[in-house]
């Protein structure tokens, strides 16, 4: 087993790709064998340049993720462009924190569309083409610790996180007829674009380490391993399942 590549032959897509987990996750999928399409929010042409110097044979599809026809043109080229289509990551999404009070309509639908709604368009046109193959397949979605507790200034992006697990649970039932298997990565805190601002308060950055029993905070690299692992073989017998990649922050109460 040294040195073999766990995603030999499988062609993944990853949409929100561009940056942080979800270009993690591509470029470790592809370190592992795996032809790669992402998709991403347009006006992002030099981090795709970047990617396609590490990965030649990128497929770089744009689009905004809450529209539906995003999800099938996306599907689209990738049968187009590599044959099939077998792992599918759904990791777009967006978290613009604020007061509960102070959310407008149009962040919470904002916010809606893109994480909840964009996951399910998404994965639905995935799987579809996953059943049109009859060869099974791997959907996971990017949920988040969030999915499981109440951030104050959270409550519109914690009901799309939730949303996103209670989804993979559903479509594990739906799906499982055709040996497909969905699962969900709940990260907890890991530095990102979306967060940014926010662990530049050292208090809160110092909170948020100490909150965690591997004392720190987590990088975008630490998404990659768990989602390749639900994306291999490896885990045949694994779906409806939830995955914390939080460092033991969710069980650390005391």
Not at 191 to 198: F, G, I, K
């Amino acid at each position: 087993m040294s040195g073999a590549k766990l995603l030999q032959g499988k062609v993944v897509v990853v949409t929100g790709a561009a940056t942080g987990i979800g270009r993690a996750i591509a470029e470790e999928m592809s370190k592992q064998g795996a032809k790669v399409a992402i998709n991403y929010y347009p006006g992002r042409d030099k981090e795709i340049a970047e990617m396609k110097r590490d990965i030649p044979d990128l497929l770089a599809v744009p689009g905004d993720i809450s529209k539906p026809e995003t999800s099938e043109h996306l599907v689209a080229e990738v049968v187009k462009k590599f044959g099939e289509l077998n792992v599918f990551v759904s990791n777009a999404g967006i978290c613009k924190f604020e007061e509960f009070t102070n959310v407008s309509p149009e962040l919470f639908r904002k916010t809606v569309a893109i994480n909840l709604g964009g996951c399910y368009f998404a994965t639905q046109a995935a799987a579809k083409q996953m059943i049109k193959q009859g060869k099974g397949g791997s959907i996971i979605g990017i949920s988040s610790i969030s999915a499981l507790v109440g951030g104050s200034h959270q409550t519109h992006y914690t009901p799309t996180k939730a949303g996103i697990l209670s989804l993979m649970q559903s479509e594990a039932c739906a799906l499982g007829q055709y040996n497909i298997r969905c699962n969900a990565l709940l990260p907890g805190t890991i530095a990102t674009q979306l967060n940014t601002e926010d662990l530049a308060d050292p208090e809160k950055k110092h909170y948020m380490e100490s909150r965690t029993p591997l004392g720190r905070i987590g990088v975008t690299s630490d998404m990659a391993g768990p989602a390749v692992f639900l994306a291999s073989d490896l885990s045949s017998f694994v779906t409806g399942a939830q995955l914390l990649v939080d460092g033991g922050m969710y069980v650390n109460l005391q």
